[in-house]
């Protein structure tokens, strides 16, 4: 009888295991919204050079081309930075779920910032890239607001601010983490 419980929990303790390879269907989605995210930015980018050509032949035409091209570039950097989060996000959960991408820790000419070894290290790398996403998405608004009250421009002066600031904490602790391993 005690062999028989032995035999159903390694059977159950093996599926257990085995369950956590439907980590892959979230990594095949994270890949391909981030393919798809980067043909959004692609053809944002296109949209600008397409219409650049008609700008150029009529001042009217440029001024609004001048604010539609600003508009579709920084959406552009907006969808090819979250296509980066989701890059990372994809590759960092084969390799602590999966399997470790063998090629990728051989891989000498480009960084490392897809090689992830833990949860933290994951968590990092995408908590920078989405500061940065929501920094070019208050870019974006704040482009395209119209001030038309002094409090407005004092919003405006405190969201730079508090963007300020939040990229020098996060140099801060990257210069930390850095100098804290050299030690």
């Known amino acids: 009888m005690n ?19 439907m980590v892959i269907l979230a990594v095949i989605a994270s ?33 609004n081309f001048h ?4 508009t579709h ?3 552009a950097i907006d969808a090819y930075l979250i296509s980066t ?18 090629y990728a820790e051989k891989e000498t000419k480009s960084s490392r910032i897809l090689v992830v070894h833990s949860l933290d290290q994951l968590k990092d790398k995408l908590a920078k890239v989405i500061v940065m996403v929501l920094i070019v998405t208050f870019f974006k608004h704040a482009v395209s607001f119209k001030y038309e009250e002094v409090l407005n421009l004092l919003y405006l002066s405190i969201g730079i601010l508090l963007i ?20």
Do not use: C
């Not at 419980?5 to 085995?18: K, P, S």
């Not at 989701?86 to 084969?94: A, E, M, Q, R, T």
């Open 164 to 183: 300020a600031l939040t990229i020098y904490f996060l140099a801060k602790s990257h210069h930390e983490e850095e100098h804290g391993s050299e030690e």
């Open 85 to 102: 989060v989701l890059l990372i996000f994809g590759i960092g959960l084969y390799e602590l779920f999966i399997s470790k991408i063998d």
């Open 67 to 70: 604010k539609d091209a600003i």
């Open 73 to 75: 570039i920084i959406s």
């Open 31 to 63: 890949i391909f919204a981030a393919l798809t995210l980067t043909i959004v930015g692609t053809y944002d980018i296109y949209l600008v050079f397409n219409e650049m050509f008609h700008a150029f032949s009529d001042p009217q035409v440029y001024e």
């Open 3 to 21: 062999k028989f419980f032995g035999l159903i929990e390694q059977i159950f303790e093996r599926i257990l295991w085995e369950s956590r390879l």
